[in-house]
């Protein structure tokens, strides 16, 4: 499977779809037939891995070893595992592998906070808050998939009660009240390869800003993509880590071999 193509299928198919109504789930709800039937397909498809840049945190991932990982863009969509989109939560991207790596690096950081991972796909960066002290997470992502993945990834890592909640919302496309509403005044946000091209950074750079105003603390992970190189929004980031991507992901990831941790600032005239 070419990762790196499918990263910028799924996210620019899936953020023009209707965004769903607000709901938040705690991690031990929801064991209805669907979910259940639902997270069956999500272990028979994955692989228990701790082979990435954050071996603390083990993960149901997509891999060579996995039949799926070997068929071309779209071809899951039929009654071969049962996905209506392609896999993406199944794979731990260079960008949210810096970030999570960073979050378990620096835990003062997040430690006491309530948190918000937007698109957060395996749930790995949201998982690592709460192991290093987060008071409360939301695991945000439009596809309900990428939610039960998160949900059994935080399970298996020992994540238990309240303090993780997922959301399907579509955050990025909502106003800036609906906005605050669902993140609740969460202190920290976390983006891990979101910035993927130009036209969602062009969404992405404006509602962070808003946030940034709110007083969140906004951290970026990723590997160079053309959203963060070619837009300019690099301007109002301050580096906080540069990390060497693994053998393994530099070969899945064609063409990066570092994924650095950003943070968002304001210009001086706005903090």
Known sequence: ???????????????????????????SSGKDSDVISVRGKILSNTVLSRQHMTPEIALHLITPDCAIYHQPVGANSGADTGFSTDPFWGFFWPGGQALTRFILDTEHVFRGKTVLEVGCGCGASAIAALLVGATRVIANDIDPVALQATLLNAERNGITGNRLVVSSDNLIGQGADETHQTVDRCEVVLIGDLFYDTEIAADLHPWIQRLARAGAEIYIGDPGRHGITETGVLSQM???????????????????SHANVWQFRLPSDEA
């Open 1 to 27: 499977m070419n990762i790196r193509l499918c990263t910028c299928t799924l996210l620019k198919s899936s953020r023009n779809r209707n965004a769903p109504s607000t709901t938040l789930y705690a991690n």
């Open 238 to 256: 301050e580096l906080r880590a540069r990390y060497e991507l693994p053998a393994n992901v530099c070969l899945e990831n064609s063409g990066f």
